[in-house]
């Protein structure tokens, strides 16, 4: 199967994880994607193919003869795509030979994919692009850092050729949701080090991410009939939003970038008696982001002496931190990484994650995992697209990371 087919197999399951569930994984559909790729790794030869009870999907790719004693090298993808749109019916298409212009997605619906919103994809002059039928995401994050994992594990089992170390090879489920490396077996893995493929755009590689949390803001209110609330009602909406008030309005994701922080209120819910606010603290620098905390601590406060009661109270939740620091002692694996993409003449570009990924977590645990590209662009969006070459090119990257040189 050719990595196109293969990316569009997989597309084809909806794995939209979920925080609603607390399961591992959170949907039955990672499930069925993860027996999918089970029944895959097995005929294209693999060893120690495995499921576990969590649904992470193991593998191995043998070292060829005499190279035995190499490091053990990992890649890891995930299988879940995000919540933030539509992953169910997906409908990719190949947009040949692209023109530069604006992309049609949905003639019914008069749904494009615009230059201006998007003015990178003129980079892909004359390429072939994946898009969506703008009605649900691609699913490229990151089912296209799978498409390229496994074909580069058929291939290097087809050529037995090219020199190698043994090969470890995992595929998480809920990292869209902060949990993809909650019950990762380091151990069992076995890997020196690992490289998650879950990068953007051609050439990318990021070894420095946000430190990240999430906090979940609870007003309480006092509810009686509006017809006679005057002195006693206390709306717990309007608290909420009173609360957001204090969030300081330049330090959202609308107007940051590169290396600035943000305070990120993506769902809220509620009604007169009690209104719940959801945010993710994100910020490179962990000085900056215990700052971002204790601001939001200070106004839970400030909220509470106003009102001469508990009427706020915030909570949080650590999810991963910047990675930079178990990585800058071991930079030879990010060396690695880019004399591979130097070998297929690609530029290689260092980037600070303005996100997180599993490898966050995993160096964390002990396993250093930098994060390189599989070519995407537009995640968690309707306007997703993959360049089929960037995924040929990943592939390709792949196999000269692990190819040993005597």
């Known amino acids: 199967m050719n990595i196109v087919d293969r990316f569009f197999s997989y597309v084809s399951v909806d794995t939209t994880s979920s925080n609603e569930t607390g399961t591992t994984p959170s949907t039955e559909g990672q499930l069925i994607l993860a027996k999918m790729l089970c029944k895959e790794l097995t005929e294209i030869g693999l060893t120690e193919v495995n499921l576990s009870e969590y649904g992470y999907v193991t593998a191995t790719l ?38 530069g212009k604006n992309i049609l997605l949905n003639e019914e619906k008069q749904l494009y994919l615009r230059t201006e919103l998007s003015p990178e994809i003129k980079k892909y002059l004359g390429e072939d692009l994946i898009v969506t039928d703008g009605t649900t995401l691609l699913g490229a994050d990151d089912k296209a850092g799978i498409a390229a994992i496994v074909t580069a594990m058929e291939n290097l089992m087809k050529d037995t050729s090219i020199p190698h170390g043994k090969v470890r090879i995992c595929f998480t489920p809920d990292e869209e949701i902060g949990e993809g490396a909650d019950h990762f077996d380091i151990e069992g893995f076995g890997a020196d080090f690992a490289y998650t493929v879950d990068g953007g755009r051609l050439g990318e590689i990021e070894y420095e991410c946000f430190n990240a949390a999430s906090a979940v803001v609870r007003l309480r209110g006092r509810n009686v009939h509006p017809g006679y609330a005057k002195g006693k009602m206390l ?37 007169v008696e009690t209104c719940t606010l959801y945010y993710l603290i994100r910020d490179h620098s962990e000085e900056a982001f215990k700052e971002r905390i204790r601001k939001m601590e200070v106004a839970a406060d400030f909220m509470n002496k106003k009102y001469n009661r508990a009427v706020c109270v915030v909570t949080f939740r650590e999810q991963y931190r910047n990675m930079k620091e178990k990585i800058a002692p071991q930079m030879h694996i990010v060396e690695r990484a880019k004399n591979a993409m130097r070998e297929l003449g690609l530029r290689p570009k260092e980037r600070s994650i303005r996100g997180g990924s599993d490898g966050a977590k ?20 309707r306007m997703e697209y993959l360049p089929i070459k960037s995924l040929e090119l990943c592939e390709k990257m792949i196999i000269n990371i692990i190819k040993t040189n005597k």
Do not use: W
């Open 235 to 271: 709306n717990a909406i309007t608290l909420g939003m009173e609360f957001a008030n204090l969030i300081p309005p330049t330090e959202v994701p609308e107007v940051t970038q590169k290396r600035e922080g943000f305070f990120h209120l993506n769902n809220l819910d509620g009604n």
């Open 362 to 381: 995993l160096s964390f645990m002990g396993l250093p995992c930098p994060n390189i590209f599989m070519g995407g662009h537009n995640f968690h969006s």
């Open 62 to 99: 043998p070292a060829t003869q005499g190279y035995e004693n190499e490091p053990v090298i990992g890649f890891i993808a995930h299988m879940d795509t995000s919540p933030d749109a539509s992953g169910k019916n997906i409908k990719p298409r190949i947009v040949k030979n692209y023109d």
